[in-house]
């Protein structure tokens, strides 16, 4: 006998719309509440992913950020000339670059995950606890759905004619 597959709750178009409204509208309060020091959010979004993986190479960095080479590129150089990040040689391919944080790209980036942190903490203490216990019983959905969306995704195929 065999057994029926895992199903996945499916979400009605206004239950997705509301999720992806309140998940928007979370990150752009805690962007306007928690200053990155004049930054975009692209670029503390490369900040952060180069503190906490780096260093990377730039084709690696653009992959996980999303972004084409060019942009990166800018970006990058606005965190080196700030002094946030460096960028040298790989040892294995002298042609290939590598971005990795300064001291001072460190120093920002945890001062800024401290800060949201506090935020997000303090917030949360002021929910009842029923609601607090349902994001906490959450979190396992969200980190997953995260590494979902941040996953390249295929192309879809047109239906061919006649098929």
């Not at 670029?43 to 942009?71: C, F, H, K, W, Y």
């Not at 001291?103 to 935020?119: I, K, N, P, T």
């Not at 929910?127 to 590494?147: G, W």
Request: net charge positive.
């Amino acid at each position: 006998m065999q057994q029926a597959p895992e199903r996945t709750a499916s979400f009605a178009g206004e239950d997705v719309d509301r999720l992806r409204i309140a998940l928007g509208r979370i990150a752009r309060q805690v962007d306007r509440q928690v200053s990155g020091d004049g930054m975009t959010r692209t670029q503390l979004s490369v900040l952060a992913t180069t503190a906490r993986l780096g260093p990377l190479g730039l084709g690696e960095l653009a992959d996980i950020e999303g972004l084409n080479p060019t942009m990166l590129s800018r970006v990058v150089g606005k965190l080196e000339a700030s002094g946030l990040v460096s960028r040298a040689a790989a040892e294995a391919d002298r042609r290939a670059v590598r971005v990795q944080t300064t001291a001072a790209g460190r120093a920002l980036q945890q001062r800024l995950r401290r800060q949201r942190s506090q935020l997000f903490a303090a917030r949360l203490a002021g929910l009842p606890a029923e609601q607090a216990e349902r994001l906490r019983d959450a979190l396992p959905a969200l980190e997953t759905l995260a590494e979902h969306l941040t996953r390249p995704q295929p192309a879809t195929q047109p239906a061919k004619a006649g098929r």
